[in-house]
């Protein structure tokens, strides 16, 4: 009740105090088979494994499925997160997850690590690496003041990756939420997360169109009208949480009515196409009796009462339109406006109505807002551009070349072409100009090496012969914010190793 309770504030606007850091997870699998009854896992119990003996230290979260404990793995004297489940149905589908997300690096693909399970006197348990705390948890501790774009690039970029590496594989999350994202270690490296609760993951080969799931608040429109379910519902779940970490507030309401309502007038109306194919469209939109389009029509707060019989909740939503957020906050420095532009822009590309549409994580980790080409300028030095360059050193090594040049040199490579097969087509604001990536290596005590990878799109990757002579300066721009880049890590660099410039 005391979780149900904090959600229910949280999801109306309001931090709750900085007590407990679950959620209750939202799952069409479970049918509360619970387990029968045993003993309570209390403070000091010892739990046994085939392998291993834990020790209970305090339980740090509590849900629907179970408890989440600090233990101490006495073996090993390193500390890990205990989950005791209750209920059979959802322990055979989180282990089954688990299995399957376990041949992810869970460094490089920012996933929690799974190291066994085990019963205990009738209870499953399953032991996980000890993680910080959740973004929930963060913000609860700052009083709800938001994250700045330079803490939150980071978190997008690390989730991106973790959603790119579930995509490969064919897993949808759907339960993404604040409280799923957890700090690996806030003090020592700022900013690394790990998604984590796979408890109702499931594949994207399995049938689940018209099931509910995803947390209201986060549930993408196909969710809501029982259109089919794809890997685009973790992008919704993403923009969500990322404009709740960058407002304080969630754009949307914690009823499918308010929700609804929400994404139609701040994004708007589904295409008709989808609507039609809803299996519960008429819940919440009535037909066009006229002529004139389009053919379905929002219903009224009353409408929608007489209907289903449930009185939607009062709602206010943060923002009009969603492009407002730019002037949010109105007083900050043209580094970081033009930082809000790329990050509004992003925001429109993963909650696209037409979940065809939406941006994949892998072409989002392409987007501006997240390569920083926007920040590249050389000649400007503020203190916004240094910090959000910073915020990015403490990203794990992934897909990253495993190179070394020969000479251990540090080197500057620059690809400007015509990509061979078009992307997707996308909103406007979804294309990505300039996508970067920048790689850092380090052997036997020689400088690292920072590989620059740029890919225009077809927009800016004109043939030679339909160049113009006024085209180079542009490309000079380019180059210069890409040594920019190369300059800054290359800083770090040598002062992580203590080399001097030259070196």
Not at 58 to 65: D, H, L, N, Q, S
Not at 165 to 182: E, F, Q, R, T, Y
Not at 321 to 327: N, Q, S, T
């Given at each position: 009740m005391k979780n149900r309770n904090i959600w229910r504030n949280i999801f109306n606007g309001k931090m709750p105090p900085p007590a407990s850091t679950s959620g209750e997870a939202t799952s069409h699998f479970a049918d509360?088979?619970?387990?029968?009854?045993?003993?309570?896992?209390?403070?000091?119990?010892?739990?046994?494994?085939?392998?291993?003996?834990?020790?209970?230290?305090?339980?740090?979260?509590?849900?629907?499925?179970?408890?989440?404990?600090?233990?101490?793995n006495l073996i090993t004297s390193k500390d890990?997160?205990?989950?005791?489940?209750?209920?059979?149905?959802?322990?055979?589908?989180?282990?089954?997850?688990?299995?399957?997300?376990?041949?992810?690096?869970?460094?490089?693909?920012?996933?929690?690590?799974?190291?066994?399970?085990?019963?205990?006197?009738?209870?499953?348990?399953?032991?996980?690496?000890?993680?910080?705390?959740?973004?929930?948890?963060?913000?609860?501790?700052?009083?709800?003041?938001?994250?700045?774009?330079?803490?939150?690039?980071?978190?997008?970029?690390?989730l991106l990756t973790a959603f790119d590496?579930?995509?490969?594989?064919?897993?949808?999350?759907?339960?993404?939420?604040?409280?799923?994202?957890?700090?690996?270690?806030?003090?020592?490296?700022?900013f690394r997360v790990k998604l984590i609760d796979f408890g109702v993951s499931f594949q994207t080969s399995e049938d689940t169109r018209g099931i509910t799931i995803q947390p209201l608040g986060y549930r993408a429109p196909e969710v809501i009208l029982g259109l089919p379910i794809s890997e685009a519902i973790d992008m919704w779940g993403l923009g969500c949480v990322l404009a709740f970490l960058y407002l304080g507030r969630h754009l949307f309401a914690d009823s499918?009515?308010?929700?609804?309502?929400?994404?139609?007038?701040?994004?708007?109306?589904?295409?008709?196409?989808?609507?039609?194919?809803?299996?519960?469209?008429?819940k919440f939109f009535k037909k066009n009796q006229h002529w004139d389009k389009p053919i379905w029509w929002m219903k009224t707060p009353i409408e929608y009462l007489l209907g289903t019989g449930i009185e939607p909740k009062r709602w206010l939503s943060p923002l009009r339109?969603?492009?407002?957020?730019?002037?949010h906050y109105p007083d900050m420095e043209e580094a970081e406006l033009e930082d809000q532009r790329a990050f509004v822009s992003l925001l429109n590309c993963l909650l696209h109505t037409d979940s065809e549409e939406r941006i994949t994580p892998g072409k989002a980790l392409t987007h501006p807002f997240v390569t920083m080409v926007h920040l590249g300028d050389e000649t400007d030095t503020s203190s916004y551009i240094e910090e959000s360059f910073e915020n990015m050193t403490m990203l794990p090594v992934d897909h990253l070349d495993e190179e070394l040049c020969p000479d251990g040199e540090a080197k500057e490579q620059l690809k400007v072409g015509e990509p061979s097969v078009k992307p997707p087509s996308v909103a406007p604001s979804c294309v990505s100009l300039v996508s970067v990536k920048i790689v850092l290596h380090s052997a036997d005590g020689q400088e690292a090496a920072a590989v620059i990878d740029t890919t225009v799109s077809d927009v800016d990757a004109a043939s030679p012969a339909e160049e113009s002579p006024d085209e180079d300066p542009p490309a000079k721009v380019k180059k210069s914010r890409m040594r920019r880049i190369f300059n800054f890590f290359g800083r770090k660099i040598r002062t992580l190793f203590g080399l001097k410039k030259g070196e």
């Open positions: 509360d088979k619970t387990k029968p009854e045993s003993s309570e896992v209390r403070n000091n119990n010892i739990l046994c494994s085939s392998t291993s003996r834990y020790l209970i230290q305090e339980v740090i979260g509590e849900g629907t499925f179970g408890k989440v404990t600090k233990a101490v890990v997160a205990l989950k005791i489940l209750k209920t059979e149905d959802t322990t055979k589908r989180e282990i089954k997850m688990l299995n399957v997300v376990s041949i992810l690096d869970p460094v490089k693909k920012s996933v929690v690590q799974f190291l066994e399970t085990f019963d205990h006197e009738g209870q499953t348990c399953l032991v996980f690496e000890k993680l910080d705390k959740s973004l929930f948890a963060l913000l609860s501790e700052r009083q709800g003041m938001p994250l700045s774009l330079s803490e939150i690039r980071p978190i997008t970029h690390q590496a579930l995509k490969g594989i064919g897993v949808i999350h759907s339960d993404l939420k604040p409280d799923n994202i957890m700090l690996a270690n806030h003090l020592c490296e700022p499918e009515y308010q929700s609804m309502k929400g994404i139609v007038d701040m994004l708007g109306q589904p295409a008709d196409h989808l609507l039609s194919a809803g299996y519960y469209t008429q339109y969603l492009d407002d957020l730019i002037m």
